[in-house]
């Protein structure tokens, strides 16, 4: 095929493509791209977003490479365009791609969609927002009056009828926070693909491409809040109902719902506040990244010049890293000081020796995995498959 006759095709993209909004990864910045057919989704650059993009069937490849020209200061060659469009050909991205599949139909939930309706105004991120507010001083009253409630809950948690009881409030509270998800994600233009209040699981689909991080932290907080309502209703039922039964199974599942609440909104992995933290950042795999960073500034150190973050990007990971360096220490720390007690008894000094080598190697490994290649991208399959070293090659 000679240039001019490849430069003279109109390729198309598929109309019900999903794009994200400019995210970083380290020192880059990708676009997620969703096939909505068939569920994967691919990371480009922005050169390849600007490509693709462009491939509206209405303008030529000649056309587009001129608009690349004038914005990146190069031109792409024929082998670069044959291998662009043979990769986006192949993973059926373009009208008439091969064996294109119909359209699947999007999953729905019935029961979700007339309760978003119904509770619409109150699954808002206004209102989210005040929700939680609410609930930070709920954990306030709940950190002022600890030593009574621990003193009336004590003795819950030695009767096996306090315990179960205890356990099955402990479930739905749970139960809550899922469905709390899936609520505020339908009123906010996601899909529940699925949700099963039993085993304490809902998938949201399309929920990196909103377009708004502010929608997307909103749904990772909402399982939270509910977590706090829960907490309100069970501390109203600890002042309303009489007796000592109600007294010390009410005080221990304010205690029970304050530690779910609260667990919730810690930005570490795979917790709601990490993915809270992630989004409100821009960020994808933000843990990862973070100590990538911090292990890329320790080897600058003797040798300078190595790898060079945009200051954004080193304060966003630098902070970030040395929070997970500090939330890591401190459960290290505990975990050493209540093994050892256990263990002190049976094995004497060595009882504190044992698990702190356990919890050394474990921190170890978690440190060295910034260092594995290709461990950025493997959460989104078909990554940019080096379309961009093709790039470099053209």
Known sequence: MTSPALLG??????????????LNRGTATVHLVKDRRSGRAFELSDKERFLVRRLDGVRSL??????????????????????LLWLLHQRGLLVGGPGEPEAAPVARHDRLDRWARLLGRLLSPASVAGWG?????LMVAVAWHAGPLWQAARPAFTDPLSLLLLGLLAWAGAAVHEFAHALTAVRLGATVKRINLVTLTCQIEDYA????????????AAGGVANGMV???????????????????????????????????????????????SHLLDTLDLAPESRRY????LGRLPRRGRVRYPRRAAVRLGLYGLW??????????????FAGALLESTLGVFGHVLPAAVVALTLAGWLARPRRAGSAGRSHPSHQQNIEAHKRKA
């Open 9 to 22: 095709k109109r390729p198309r993209l598929r109309d019900d493509l999903l794009f994200s909004r400019p």
């Open 62 to 83: 000649a056309e587009v490479g001129d608009e690349y020209a004038a914005a990146y200061g190069r031109r792409l060659g024929d082998d670069h365009w044959v291998r």
């Open 133 to 137: 507010l609410l609930v930070a001083a």
């Open 209 to 220: 491409f909103l377009p708004r991080r502010r929608d997307q932290a909103v749904i990772a």
């Open 231 to 277: 907490l309100l209703l069970a501390g109203a039922l600890l002042a309303a109902l009489p007796g000592a039964f109600a007294d010390r199974l009410f005080s221990a599942y304010v205690l029970v719902a304050a530690v779910q609440t609260i667990v919730n909104f810690v930005p570490l992995p795979p917790l709601d506040g990490y993915k809270m933290a």
């Open 294 to 297: 911090l292990y890329t500034a």
């Open 324 to 337: 997970w360096l500090f939330a890591a220490a401190s459960v290290a720390a505990c975990v050493i000081s």
